[in-house]
């Protein structure tokens, strides 16, 4: 009979076996395991994920941008201190452009008469002394009458003195008789020059005046010519229409566009920082990017009842024409200084009506940050948050970090 050992004995044999299985695979020649787990913890050490790519060094962070000094260079990116300076104080207000009526004339005849001839209209552009309508004045026609017979008279006189005169150094007429002429001539002389004026105030020139001293012949035009140089604005005058020198309406209305006025209204609360000879800039709506350049010149001495305003007058050269009469303005006016942070012009990047600037973190990071701003005055912007002093900005070179922060926002990288 064969025998077996008991149950017990046999599964500790097994086990036994199965022991000795399992080291003998530990000591098996190879790669050990844990050698091998340990890979992926290597290839992360060197910058390198389980496949081999290489990994950034760091996570893209938003509105950061990095550059390299050398493209900093080559981009010419410049950086600034952010620093307090004494800039100007403005008080910012709307206005109207108006005629400056200092520079305007109103054209009317100095006689009555008919309108022969119309030589300019509406829009025209004139010179001192040139003619604008042409008429003919009975009226003129009557002094110019009355002038040559003063100077007949004036002649006669004059004659008769020299004669009496004459006779009276050979004693053949008596002292009175010499007296009597004197007074005569006088006489004469006065009412010549009496007729002389009155040509004069028609508006007959004195070269006018001798040719008809010397011709004898009665002209009754009566030119109508431009008191200054600009152009003109309104004509109240119709060939062949009888007008009179004090209707209500002038014949012509000139200006000399050059020089205008900007009405500014103040408020009470602002009356007591205004005064004349501050400096004052002007925008319109017509032309965003342009500024004029003026001074207050008057200051109203009245509130307007409805408004509660003040005006001040500022007088601005326009010298291109651009500005009309009517259109509507911003008035700047620079009211005083004042201590505040400043950044330049050319720091400021503009997206989505929202003002950034670019504010470098160390020699080759760089954040956007949004500030508030007041309107640019003198080439910088008085900062009212966004930035702190002593942080530097970058003042040129903007733009190309804004370039490489929306490669950033793309997927793209700056090295």
């Known amino acids: 009979m064969t025998s077996f050992p008991p149950r017990s004995t046999r599964g500790a044999g097994v086990f036994t076996l199965l022991l000795a299985l399992t080291l003998l695979t530990a000591c098996a020649p190879g790669k050990p395991a844990a050698t091998a787990s340990a890979a992926p913890d290597e290839h992360a050490e ?20 990095v550059v390299p000094q050398d493209r900093q260079r080559a981009a ?38 008919r309108v022969t001839r119309v030589w300019r209209t509406v829009g025209d552009r004139v010179r001192v002394g040139e003619t604008l309508a042409v008429l003919e004045s009975d009226a003129l026609g ?69 040719r008809l001293t010397a011709t004898r012949m009665l ?41 205008l006025w900007v009405h500014a209204n103040l408020y009470e609360r602002d009356l007591a920082r205004v005064r004349a000879g501050q400096a004052a800039t002007v925008t319109t709506p017509a032309y965003p990017g342009k500024t004029y350049r003026g001074r207050v010149s008057l200051i109203s001495t009245t509130l307007d009842k409805d408004t509660r305003t003040a005006r001040a007058r500022v007088a601005v050269t326009n010298a291109d024409g651009a500005l009309k009469p009517g259109m509507f303005a911003t008035v700047r006016l620079a009211v005083g200084t004042v201590r505040a942070l400043v950044v330049p012009v050319s720091a400021v990047v503009l997206e989505r009506e929202k003002a950034f600037v670019f504010v470098q973190e160390g020699a080759d990071r760089f954040e956007r940050r949004a500030v508030e701003l007041e309107p640019p005055e003198a080439g910088v912007h008085r900062v009212r948050s966004g930035v702190k002093e002593g942080e530097k900005v970058v003042a040129a070179g903007a733009f190309m970090l804004k370039s490489e922060l929306m490669k950033e926002s793309f997927g793209g990288h700056a090295h």
Request: charged letters at 30%.
């Open 142 to 210: 009557d002094a110019q009458a009355e002038f040559l017979e003063a100077q007949a008279r004036h002649e006669l006189a004059t004659g008769t003195l020299a004669r009496q005169r004459k006779l009276h150094r050979g004693e053949l007429t008596a002292r009175k008789e010499v007296l009597a002429a004197e007074h005569e001539s006088r006489v004469a002389a006065i009412g010549l020059e009496r007729a002389r004026n009155r040509l004069r105030l028609m508006g007959m020139e004195p070269g006018r005046v001798a």
């Open 76 to 113: 010419g990116v410049h950086v600034v201190g952010v620093a307090a300076r004494d800039v100007t104080s403005t008080l910012e207000t709307t206005g109207e452009i108006a005629e400056n009526t200092d520079a305007e004339a109103h054209v009317t005849p100095r006689v009555a008469g």
């Open 46 to 65: 060197h910058g390198r994920d389980p496949a081999g790519h290489e990994e950034h060094e760091h996570e893209h962070e938003a509105g950061v941008v």
């Open 219 to 259: 002209d009754p035009r009566v030119p109508m010519t431009a008191p200054l140089g600009g152009l003109v604005v309104a004509r109240h005058v119709t060939l062949g229409e009888m007008i009179e020198p004090h209707e209500d309406k002038p014949a012509f209305t000139i200006m000399d566009p050059a020089t």
